[in-house]
């Protein structure tokens, strides 16, 4: 059986902090960081805890700005036995 693993990264000044993302997000990893502001005077968009990620790509979807660039990576289990 795979099991999906991925990778988010945000492209910090393109973010709007509109947040569609952290509603898409099935694991709820994505929040808007209101302590940071970005080049363009908004609270962009920050992952919490990556190593929950499945790399399902909704985030990356649904985002209007094209911000968010997910990798995704599927392992066996018989690969990750020595992991």
């Known amino acids: 059986m795979a099991k999906s693993k991925g990778t988010i990264s945000i492209a910090v ?3 709007k902090g509109c947040g569609l993302c952290t509603v898409a997000c099935l694991r ?3 929040f808007i960081d209101k302590n940071r502001l ?3 005077g ?3 968009a920050s992952v919490d805890n990556m190593d929950k990620c ?3 790509t909704d985030c ?3 985002c209007p700005d094209y911000a968010i ?3 995704r990576i599927e392992r066996n289990r018989a690969d990750m036995r020595g992991k």
């Open 13 to 15: 000044d393109r973010c």
């Open 28 to 30: 709820s990893l994505i």
């Open 38 to 40: 970005n080049a363009g």
């Open 42 to 44: 908004y609270s962009p």
């Open 54 to 56: 499945i790399g399902c």
């Open 60 to 62: 990356a979807v649904m």
């Open 69 to 71: 660039t997910v990798e």
